[in-house]
């Protein structure tokens, strides 16, 4: 079989023998693949002490067919995931976003757009700068790229444009089922049923729908709209995911210890 060379995140490593490592890796050309670096263990190996959790290698490697793991033959470094000044909510961020690709993706599904942007968000966990921005819209950018994003903008029923703007004047709050598929207009809630409908602020949908490419908007400052924002995230994650990320307690408590450490009399207080 040829060997195949391309980019890739390490998501996932669990030793395997003395020797071996298996790794999960999110490849910009093959998507998520599952293989096994024999010897990646001994101190004189092939893969240039680059295997670890979240750096991005090159990677050669011989594609199984069926259920069987792929042979990674060589690895070299391309970039260490080190957060700096962003210390603990940094890492953890990282933690998140590769479990975040390890449940969330399918195997074998090549997604190099998708890859492009988990790079990029990981460069800014390292800078520590936008993370709680980066942490809702990698998920956001993840579910667009695989046809999957639920509706914030129209209503899933009747596909007419969310009235944002009107609903706010009014404080009105618009009904969303991530189980229907999104954002329900108030017209439609009136002669349909949908699952699991909640009231949602205009605001919060209105951020929602406007993450597009590029940076993020910066959160608001309002705690409760922030963690409306929050929730709908985890509510898309939690849905697609089928459970809670493991990593997330762990990110949100980061993030709130360091707003405590910043702003002693913060009043903002985070749960899940
Ligand atoms: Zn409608």
Redo the contacts with the bound molecule.
């Keep these: 079989m040829p060997i195949e060379h391309t980019e890739a995140i390490v998501i996932r490593t669990v030793d395997f023998s003395e020797t071996s490592l298996v790794l999960t890796l999110f490849t910009r050309d093959f998507g998520k693949v599952r293989g096994i670096a024999k010897g990646a263990r001994q101190l004189k190996n092939s893969f240039d002490s680059s295997l670890d959790l979240l750096t991005r290698i090159s990677v050669s490697l011989i594609r199984k067919n069926s259920d069987a793991l792929d042979l990674l033959t060589e690895a070299k470094l391309i970039h260490r995931f080190r957060p700096g000044s962003a210390g603990i909510p940094g890492l953890y961020a990282g933690y998140y976003l590769a479990e975040l690709l390890f449940v969330m993706t399918e195997e074998g599904d090549a997604m190099p757009e998708l890859y492009d942007r988990a790079a990029a968000a990981l460069a800014r966990f390292e800078e520590g700068k936008q993370v709680e921005e980066q942490l809702i819209l990698f998920p956001w950018e993840l579910m667009t790229l695989s046809g999957e994003r639920p509706s914030t903008g129209e209503?899933v029923?009747?596909?007419?444009p969310i009235p944002f703007e009107r609903e706010i004047r009014r404080s009105r709050r618009i009904g969303f089922s991530m189980p229907d598929g999104g954002a329900?207009?108030a017209?439609?809630q009136k002669t349909r049923g949908f699952r699991q409908l909640a009231a949602v602020d205009p605001r919060a949908l209105r951020w929602l729908d406007r993450l597009g490419e590029g940076a993020p908007p910066a959160l608001p400052e309002e705690a409760p709209l922030r963690r409306e924002i929050q929730s709908l995230t985890d509510w898309m994650i939690d849905a697609k995911c089928g459970r809670v990320p493991k990593t997330r307690s762990q990110v949100r408590q980061a993030l709130a210890e360091q707003a405590q450490n910043q702003n002693p009399r913060h009043e903002e207080n985070q749960t899940d």
């Design positions: 209503c029923a009747c596909g007419n329900v207009c017209d439609c």
